[in-house]
């Protein structure tokens, strides 16, 4: 069901590419784009504030547009703003869109018919939700391709996400679980990292030394898991010696149902993205 498209390619097949709000997945999503080779003519962005605008156009040496001319000039137009502000957005850049313009939507919660309401009758559009790593290009994008895409449309949006990182297709219905999965999944990670240097802290450890423990062994464990594509369990078990520190901390771990916590919490995740998608 789920088909992996392609890894860190990044070829310019996606034409004009025009970035509606440029926060942090618009700027990671830029960034990204102008460092994968893609000259910095080939995109703009629009910006609310004159002062991002300044720090946009000095940065990256790119147009900086406001939201119609910015959507009227490209041929895939991605929405980087917040939920809440998307309708708002899609119902003012519509009548601007040229036929065939392709809209990529990275907004949590927005479904495909909800972002069609706002757009003129057959437009393209493709649904994604990418995660911050994209910021280091290790970023995993997944896309949902509306019934009004044709394969060169798919094609684009993957050309133009790959630039991050890994990039997965999938059903649209899967979308609330892979936001509550992978988009909100760093900030799980960056919790689980916040605790284990305080734990250091609090052993005595200096909080510099601390966070270099934890910062290594999170990126050394999550290489393992990408490198030797072994389960997690067996990994953990061969961290775990019979009577000893491991199996301790494990074991409080287990007692305290941190794990039941994870799972309830991706549930709520997966709930909320789903409520975003009713308002
Ligand atoms: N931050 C994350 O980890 C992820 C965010 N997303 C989605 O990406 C979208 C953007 O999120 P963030 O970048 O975190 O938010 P953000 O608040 O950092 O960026 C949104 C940007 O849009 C601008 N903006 C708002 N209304 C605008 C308008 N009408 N015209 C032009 N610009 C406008 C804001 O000034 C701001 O710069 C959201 O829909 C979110 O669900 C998806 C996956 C991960
Ligand atoms: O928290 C949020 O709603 C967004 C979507 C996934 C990550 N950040």
Same mark, same amino acid.
């Given at each position: #069901?789920? /088909? ?11 034409? +004009? ?16 784009? @102008? ?30 547009? =406001? ?21 708002? !957005? ?27 309401? =706002? ?9 994604? #939700? ?6 280091? =290009?290790?970023? #995993? ?8 895409? +044709?394969?060169?449309?798919?094609? +684009? ?10 990039? !997965? ?24 990292? /916040?605790?284990?240097? /305080? ?5 005595? @450890? ?18 393992? !898991? ?25 074991? @409080? !771990? ?19 993205? /789903? ?5």
């Amino acid at each position: #069901m789920v /088909e992996q498209v392609s890894e860190q390619v990044s070829e310019q097949a996606s034409g +004009r590419v025009a970035i509606l709000g440029a926060g942090n997945m618009g700027g990671t999503i830029l960034a990204g784009l @102008l460092r994968a080779g893609r000259g910095p003519a080939d995109v703009v962005v629009s910006a609310r504030r004159p002062e991002r605008a300044a720090e946009l156009r000095r940065q990256h040496g790119i147009e900086v547009l =406001d939201n119609v001319s910015a959507a009227a000039w490209g041929d895939t137009v991605l929405i980087a703003v917040k939920p809440r502000d998307v309708s708002g !957005l899609l119902k003012e850049i519509s009548p601007a869109l040229r036929p065939g313009t392709l809209v990529v939507s990275l907004a949590a919660g927005q479904t495909i018919a909800a972002l069609e309401s =706002d757009l003129p009758e057959g437009t393209p559009v493709i649904r994604v #939700m990418p995660n911050t790593p994209s910021l280091v =290009d290790q970023g #995993m994008s997944v896309l949902s391709p509306s019934e009004h895409c +044709r394969p060169e449309h798919t094609e +684009r949006a993957q050309e133009l996400l790959s630039a991050t990182g890994k990039v !997965l297709q999938v059903p649209e219905a899967y979308q609330d679980a892979v936001t509550a999965v992978s988009g909100s999944g760093p900030a799980y990670v960056f919790y689980v990292a /916040e605790a284990m240097i /305080e734990a250091g802290v609090l052993l005595g @450890l200096p909080r510099t030394t601390s966070t270099e423990l934890v910062v290594q062994t999170l990126f050394g464990a999550a290489t393992m !898991l990408r490198q030797t594509g072994t389960h997690p369990s067996i990994l953990r078990e061969q961290v775990t010696s019979p009577g000893g520190t491991t199996a301790a901390a494990l074991r @409080l !771990l287990d007692d305290q149902r941190v794990r039941g916590a994870f799972v309830s919490a991706i549930e709520a995740a997966c709930q909320r993205s /789903e409520q975003l998608s009713k308002n």
